[in-house]
């Protein structure tokens, strides 16, 4: 039985054995991203938008300002499509038909409402910034009342979901392996940089920990 029940919504067709559907393969999948593209439909048009999400246990928490309409669209109730896309390399066959992509990516269906209490906002900022750097949240200084008030929140319930992992070397056909064309992956890393001082920043201030040894 897996966590998520395999509906047409979620169900992977197109190379079924990549899908996955429990929560143990989709939420790492969800944390390890530092962005998301939260799909809807609004007057008959879809729209995709990237944006900045963090997970809450079965929620996912999103801002944005109070004019967004995308922050509309999750707060409205109306179902949403979340998806989440994490690369890991490039798969070279010796044909261009079987070239392809090594991918960790998770689909996500399902409804959400505004946070509108001030507590329940702040709780959920402190997701928010916390997924992005872990430790930052008691670091900075935290949203005053103005800033809270400008700030539109929502929760999504994660009704349904999907994971899509393809791992390994190209598939070429039979008949091409033994052409002289080289064949492989080239891995991709996310990689941080040493991180740059604000030209602003007061005398005798350094990078936390928590920044120059950033990792997800
Ligand atoms: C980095 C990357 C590059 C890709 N490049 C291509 C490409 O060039 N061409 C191409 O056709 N496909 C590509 N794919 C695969 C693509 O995401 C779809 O899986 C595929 O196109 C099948 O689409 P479909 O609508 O027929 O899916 P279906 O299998 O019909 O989708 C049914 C349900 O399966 C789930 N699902 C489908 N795809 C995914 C997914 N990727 N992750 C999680 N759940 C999923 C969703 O819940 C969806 O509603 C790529 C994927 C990634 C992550």
């Not at 996955?20 to 962005?35: G, N, Q, S």
């Amino acid at each position: 039985m897996s966590d998520f029940e395999l509906t047409t919504q979620n169900r992977v067709r197109r190379i079924p054995a990549r899908g996955h559907y429990d929560k143990a393969v989709i939420y790492p999948i969800i944390d390890e991203a530092l962005i998301c593209h939260v799909g809807f439909v609004e007057d008959g048009l879809p729209y995709v938008i990237p944006t900045i999400h963090a997970r809450s246990g079965d929620k996912l928490i999103f801002h944005g300002a109070k004019a967004s309409r995308m922050m509309k669209q999750i707060a409205s109730g109306a179902t949403i499509c979340v998806t989440f896309t994490l690369l890991d390399g490039l798969v070279l066959a010796r044909s261009t038909f079987h070239h392809s992509m090594n991918y960790r990516s998770a689909v996500v269906f399902g409804q959400g409402r505004p946070l509108t209490d001030e507590t329940e906002k702040m709780a959920a900022l402190e997701v928010l910034t916390e997924h992005l750097v872990h430790g930052r949240w008691q670091d900075a200084r935290q949203p005053n009342a103005k800033e809270l008030n400008a700030t539109a929140m929502a929760e999504l319930t994660i009704a349904s979901a999907s994971a899509k992992i393809r791992t390994g070397p190209p598939g070429d056909d039979d008949e091409d392996y033994a052409l002289p064309i080289w064949a492989g992956v080239l891995p991709i890393q996310q990689q941080y940089l040493p991180p740059i001082d604000d030209s602003q920043l007061s005398e005798g201030l350094f990078a936390p920990e928590y920044i120059v040894n950033y990792r997800r």
